[in-house]
């Protein structure tokens, strides 16, 4: 992080510096190395003593100091090979004694020959290579510089046989330096290149290997089966684990086809002939690669395989498999709620045709699995039935028809079983669409024209009877509170409120649709009220307050005295009047008396909530309201108590009209609205 | 001269399939209603190089087809089938037919199996 500030001397220094100390990694190659290395070099360096002994001997010096003297050195490496655990430091004492023991040689062999003598340093300065670390031969020469200025200046005898001058100290010491880097280069090489060679190797070999592991990790976890084959279909290297799992333990082969052929032989054979196929190389590799199996049923499993060539010294595959069962099963979902959602859309247009086609079809299904029928006639009646199904639209009964038909055909398939499917299937879809259509069907279907052509025509017998066929256009009260029931338990849901017991209590009673339709959408407001301010919040605390665990809402319609009520009750807290009293404040109303509360009640903004939710809160739903019934010529009531609950009732007057005017209203309700 | 391939189907729109494909890719295409209507013209016209002939076909099979064949020429055979047919094509390969084409068929690797059995002079 510093390198880019550095100054181009500091650089090279620490460049060099990185060259000459070694990564202080110890790979165990090296470490055996200089184990060996230094157990030698110390043997060689034992040899010297009696060497030396003779040196002294030829040279006229003291045996006995020069025995003594080499001894007394041989101590450092020796204690260093035996005590100090690090080799390279050991190298390093060896490579000092070395120059020791060449100084001692130079000493010991003053004379005519000791400038020869001098010829020892360099022989064991270039013998230091075999270190492989240039640290232990700048150390040598650092000792070797040290011995030399301090015996020129305390002892000149000991290195030079004549009066020599400090310039032939340099001299000397310039072909050490230059020694020491020819040295040096040569240790670092040796260093990099075959000592580190297996450090390199090793590496090399973890990479691959933790490579290997992210690959298996990859392959343990893949939603996807990979495997490789070579052209006979043997699994080759790793595979993905999921393909075990879809297929079971391999066999002994390795063989994919082999494999395969545990639960589908016939895709197993046509793999084997495609891999022979491009084996023979006789047909484009395109070809034979698109003509591979790609679909594949295996205990239960539905996959899709895709193939990838590898190109090598021999063609090998990549195979790629996914499974498709779930989405598979999720388009014939869909496949059939289209049908349905056909089959309801025609039945909205022809009721009845649907009805008879429903009704035919049970029959021909119950013919097919008919065993007490003859053969030819079952047979009949399941082609019937295919092609009835394919006139309506129910691909998927008509496609199984077809696919029992061949089978049939083919002679390998048992027809009690084979209606059993279809009478299966047909049950599956029957369900589903007699709740829908069986009760459709049950009705009288006739045109609002009609029905308002009869009531005329009747209305000239029985003004009675033409009211209660006008009734017939209406919406049925019940109808409406059922609704509002539904929107509660919805909204208690979505709030994550318990769903009340919803009660309906409505009249045998219809209302003309048009003339209600507000005070019904504001009535939603009230029954929002309910659940989201009225109702408690959890069973817990209902049972807390001594009630019932579950809340109760109270949907109820009648008709008295000429007007319609309609009440909502819940037994929840109940309005607090109190923060209603300050809510009203806040927004400048009266809040003195009951009157002005229950009119706060219904007024617009005023809302005892903190947080405004997207389902009530804001204060202007009993506002609504209230506004709705005033239209209709009514008005709103509230009652509560805290704790008990809280009733919200809507009374709009019901006037008994002219039958000419309901009529008129009855046309009208059955024309399109026209918005100006 | 342009290199003459026999397309064999008893099914019309298959054999203009084929024939068309070979034909845009500058082959001269000679048509065979079935293996004996195939075995008279590949007799008459010696300079067939390639035989692109189906397996299912009235009066004689493909697979009666090849095993005559050898003893007019030895143009390579690729044979037409559908899937489900690993039997058929297990045969007609040890009768030495050269691969076969799964019907549907891609026009390109049609073109590019005549091409490598009958390369255009």
């Known amino acids: 992080m510093t390198s880019g500030a550095e100054s181009p001397s500091r650089r090279i220094a620490r460049r060099l510096l990185d060259y000459v100390v070694l990564p202080a990694e110890l790979c165990e190659y090296e470490h055996a190395y200089l184990a060996r290395t230094n157990r030698i070099a110390l043997r060689f360096l034992w040899a010297?003593?009696?060497?030396?002994?003779?040196?002294?001997?030829?040279h006229g010096m003291s045996v006995t100091r020069a025995l003594l003297y080499t001894t007394f050195v041989l101590l450092g490496p020796t204690l260093a090979h035996r005590f100090v655990d690090r080799p390279r430091v050991v190298s390093m004492v060896l490579g000092v004694t070395s120059m020791l023991m060449a100084a001692l040689l130079v000493h010991f062999g003053q004379g005519p020959m000791q400038i020869e003598m001098h010829f020892y340093f360099f022989v064991l300065l270039a013998l230091q290579t075999v270190f492989a670390n240039p640290t232990v031969i700048i150390v040598s020469a650092l000792a070797v510089a040290l011995h030399h200025l301090v015996l020129f200046c305390l002892l000149p005898a000991s290195v030079f046989n004549y009066d020599a001058s400090l310039w032939t100290v340099l001299v000397h010491a310039l072909f050490v330096v230059l020694e020491s880097a020819a040295a040096c280069f040569v240790a670092r090489s040796f260093f990099d290149d075959v000592i580190g060679l297996d450090r390199l190797v090793r590496d090399r070999t973890a990479a691959l290997a933790q490579r290997n592991r992210d690959l298996q990790l990859v392959?343990?976890?893949v939603e996807q089966g990979?495997?490789?084959?070579?052209?006979?279909?043997?699994?080759?290297?790793?595979?993905?684990s999921i393909v075990d799992r879809w297929f079971g333990a391999?066999?002994?082969s390795d063989n994919l086809c082999d494999w395969l052929a545990l639960g589908n032989r016939e895709f197993a054979e046509w793999l084997r002939l495609g891999l022979d196929e491009l084996a023979a190389d006789v047909m484009p590799r395109a070809l034979v690669l698109a003509q591979l199996p790609s679909s594949l049923v295996f205990a239960g499993r539905e996959l899709r395989f895709s193939y990838l060539p590898i190109d090598g010294p021999r063609l090998q595959l990549l195979v790629v498999m996914s499974e498709v069962t779930a989405m598979l099963a999720r388009a014939a979902q869909d496949r059939r709620d289209r049908e349905i959602g056909l089959l309801v859309e025609r039945s909205a247009r022809d009721p009845s045709g649907v009805a008879e086609f429903l009704d035919e079809t049970s029959r021909l299904v119950r013919r097919v699995a008919d065993g007490a029928l003859g053969a030819t006639e079952r047979r009949r009646a399941l082609h019937t039935l295919k092609g009835n199904a394919g006139s309506i639209g129910l691909s998927s009964i008509a496609v199984l028809c077809d696919e029992v038909e061949t089978r049939l055909q083919s002679g390998d398939a048992s027809l009690d079983d084979e209606a059993a499917q279809v009478a299966e299937a047909w049950r599956a879809l029957h369900d589903r669409l007699e709740p829908v259509l069986g009760a459709r069907a049950a009705h009288i279907h006739i045109t609002p024209a009609q029905w308002l052509s009869a009531a005329e025509q009747v209305r000239q017998w029985s003004t009675d009877l033409a009211r209660t066929m006008l009734g017939w256009g209406r919406d049925p009260l019940s109808l409406r509170l059922h609704r509002l029931g539904e929107q509660a338990s919805a909204l208690a849901v979505g709030l994550g409120k318990p769903i009340p017991q919803i009660e309906i209590d409505a009249e045998d009673l219809r209302l003309p649709r048009r003339r209600y339709a507000a005070l019904w959408q504001s009535l939603a407001h009230a029954v929002r009220n309910a659940v989201d301010h009225g109702l408690e919040a959890s069973e817990e605390e209902r049972a807390a307050a001594g009630k019932p665990r579950v809340g109760r809402l109270v949907l109820g319609a009648r008709h008295t005295a000429g007007a319609l009520v309609v009440c909502i009750t819940d037994d929840g807290r109940g309005v607090n009047w109190a923060e209603l009293a300050s809510a009203a404040t806040r927004r400048g109303l009266a809040a003195r008396t009951e009157e002005d509360l229950r009119r706060a009640f219904f007024a617009d903004g005023v809302s005892t909530r903190s947080t405004v939710t997207e389902i009530s809160g804001r204060g202007s739903g009993m506002g609504a309201l209230r506004e709705a019934a005033c239209r209709l010529g009514g008005h709103v009531e509230v009652e509560s108590e805290a704790g008990r609950g809280t009733t919200v009732r809507v009374v709009v007057p019901m006037p008994e009209r002219e039958l000419e005017h309901e009529l008129a209203s009855a046309r009208r309700s059955f024309t399109p609205e026209v918005v100006e | 001269m342009s290199t003459?391939?026999?397309?064999?189907?008893?099914?019309f729109t298959i054999r203009e399939q084929v024939s068309r494909a070979l034909e845009a890719a500058g082959y001269d295409v000679l048509q065979a209603v079935d293996g004996v209507d195939a075995l008279e013209k590949y007799r008459a016209s010696p300079q067939i190089a390639l035989v692109v002939c189906d397996v299912n076909m009235p009066r004689m099979s493909g697979i009666e087809f090849l095993e005559q064949a050898r003893e007019v020429g030895s143009a390579p055979v690729v044979m037409l089938t559908t899937e489900g047919q690993v039997?058929?094509?297990?045969r007609a390969k040890s009768l030495g037919a050269s691969g076969w084409i799964t019907k549907p068929f891609k026009a390109d690797l049609l073109v590019a199996a005549a091409r490598k059995l009958a390369p255009q002079g």
């Open chain 1, 48 to 58: 010297h003593p009696p060497v030396m002994a003779l040196v002294a001997l030829l």
């Open chain 1, 219 to 221: 392959l343990d976890n």
């Open chain 1, 226 to 240: 990979l495997v490789t084959i070579d052209l006979s279909g043997r699994v080759v290297g790793a595979r993905a």
């Open chain 1, 250 to 252: 391999p066999p002994s």
């Open chain 2, 4 to 11: 003459t391939v026999m397309v064999v189907d008893d099914s």
């Open chain 2, 87 to 90: 039997e058929l094509i297990r």
